[in-house]
């Protein structure tokens, strides 16, 4: 059983209003902030050490993720200014399976006006129809409806409770 990693290309996507890109050592004020909202922490799980230090060596860490199959976590930024919206990452990569989880979360400023959906369709059309994935599991806590309509919006449909999965 080939249980490595799978390694996903840095794509190029973009909308309007986002574009999609690798986290940078300056987004680490961001990043840390987002390590310490309520919401975002109850749907993800944050490391220990939230402060902007650990934000900026976690940022530097994110190739070394990707190159090992391990985690792949992009900005949603901006199209005006770059600055972070949010985030879509994938985790848990399953090579046999050619799965893997996604998760995702925006900033409070920047809720309510379609980014999660937009992004998380965006970037899960792009894992699927590149060939680089046959599935992706979403995990969210039952009755979180904002999530769950991102999922829904994003061609998720339920598999399990608190299980969402969208196939190619
Ligand atoms: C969940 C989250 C990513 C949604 O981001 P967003 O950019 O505001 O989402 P969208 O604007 O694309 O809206 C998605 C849907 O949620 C709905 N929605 C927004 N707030 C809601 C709420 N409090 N309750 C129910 N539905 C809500 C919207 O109406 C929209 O539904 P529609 O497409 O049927 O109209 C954001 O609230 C967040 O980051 N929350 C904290 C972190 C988190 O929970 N992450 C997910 C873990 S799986």
Known sequence: VNTA???L??????TETFRVRPWRSADAPSLARAWQD????????PPPDRTKAAARR????CDGRRLAGVAFDLVIAAADDDHVLGEVGFSRFDNE?????????VHEEAR?????SAAVALVVDWALNDGALDHVLAEIRE???ASESVARAAGF??????VWRRSR
């Open 5 to 7: 990693g799978i390694v």
């Open 97 to 105: 399976r050619r799965a893997a989880l996604t998760g995702w979360w």
């Open 112 to 116: 309510g006006v379609g980014v999660a």
């Open 143 to 145: 009755g979180h409806g």
């Open 157 to 162: 449909l339920p598999l399990a409770p608190g």
């Open 38 to 45: 309520e919401a975002i922490i109850a749907g993800s799980v």
């Open 9 to 14: 290309e840095v794509p190029d996507l973009a």
């Open 58 to 61: 976690w940022i530097e860490g």
